[in-house]
């Protein structure tokens, strides 16, 4: 009796030590590695191996995520915020023969200045977290590589370049469609994976999450690059944290509502402008910031932790052309996007910058 429980402990050791480590490992990723710095070294990785910003795509990705994080941090680093716009400028250029060195040489300083904040035993923890799964990575991509169908280049580059202009530009319904039409065109394409990251971050910033999530797990089983497949995932753990964004959000906006003037509604209204640019809805993030900015108490001013942020209502309009005119105008914000030390509204209730 005895024996036979000891050769059962036995079986069962092995799926026990084998379940606690994949424990491990989805707990350390999702609650301890950092992600926007894992987003950094990913895309620098990217960068170093490309020889123009053509072969970088899929950096464009999680560049833009950590632009949209950092313009959301109540003390957020101009410096970064300058770099990240200077490597998305970069690479959503139309001249993929363009060299990535300069964008690259930017991202190492910022990779570097970010690894410096994190501890020696977290730094040591981030290397045998992310080696290993890389190396399960490049485990399940040997079949896929091996037995893979034939694949074409073969692409309408006209409409692709028309399709990622339109991104840019934040006509987001009509790059879809173009992207949509695409991976129907074209079935054989040998960048369908990356095409299909692409569309996924599309729909995610359309607020379509379900559908930005079957194309971001499509792309990754498609890809036989693994930093398609780390991109893949990483966007994918981006989708994770929209859902609690979502109902923390809508938690703060009753709150706001419930509260009187003052300090303390103030600082609401500058949270639920940060937590909007995290879920793209930067019209609302704008009104936000700008409720925060004229609703401080008669004779105070804006917190000095939140003068990254007031400077964030001049710079959304800039970066996301999205944000239309008509809903500037609604929220007192100068159209063009300009400098709001000159907007007759805002000096009308004593906002100084």
Request: glycine share 8%; proline share 3%.
């Amino acid at each position: 009796m005895v024996a036979a429980l000891r050769r059962w402990l036995l079986i069962f050791r092995i799926p026990c030590a084998l379940f606690g480590v994949f424990l491990f490992f989805a707990v350390y990723n999702r609650f301890i590695l950092n992600t926007n710095l894992q987003n950094l070294k990913t895309s620098l990785s990217i960068l170093d191996a490309a020889t123009g910003v053509g072969q970088a795509e899929a950096a464009l990705l999680l560049v833009d995520q950590n632009l949209v994080d950092e313009m959301a941090k109540e003390n957020s680093s101009e410096q970064s915020v300058v770099v990240l716009q200077y490597a998305q400028g970069v690479l959503a250029s139309t001249q993929k023969q363009r060299p990535a060195v300069d964008a690259e040489v930017l991202m190492a300083i910022l990779t570097d200045d970010a690894v410096e904040n994190r501890s020696g035993l977290l730094k040591t923890m981030d290397r045998f977290v992310v080696g290993a799964q890389n190396g399960w990575r490049k485990i399940t991509l040997v079949p896929r590589q091996a037995f893979s169908r034939t694949t074409s280049s073969q692409m309408d580059m006209a409409q692709l370049q028309e399709a990622v202009r339109l991104e840019r530009l934040g006509a987001l319904k009509e790059a879809a469609e173009i992207y949509e039409g695409l991976l129907s065109s074209y079935p054989k394409y040998s960048g369908r994976g990356l095409l299909k990251l692409r569309l996924g971050y599309v729909y995610q910033r359309s607020h379509n999450v379900g559908r930005a999530k079957r194309l971001f797990q499509e792309g990754m089983r498609e890809s036989k690059e693994i930093t398609n497949v780390e991109v893949a995932q990483q966007m994918l753990k981006a989708l994770d944290d929209i859902r609690a964004k979502e109902g923390r959000a809508k938690k703060l906006q009753q709150r706001l509502a419930a509260l009187p003037a003052g300090s303390e509604r103030q600082q609401v209204a500058f949270e639920l402008g940060s937590l909007f640019i995290q879920l793209y809805a930067f019209d609302k993030a704008a009104g936000f910031f700008f409720l925060g900015a004229v609703g401080h108490p008669p004779g105070g001013g804006v917190p000095e932790k939140y003068r990254q942020n007031r400077r964030s209502v001049r710079k959304i309009p800039a970066d996301h052309p999205r944000i239309s005119k008509e809903s500037l105008g609604l929220y007192g914000l100068p159209p063009d996007g300009g400098s709001l030390q000159g907007h007759r509204g805002l000096r009308r209730r004593g906002f100084r910058l």
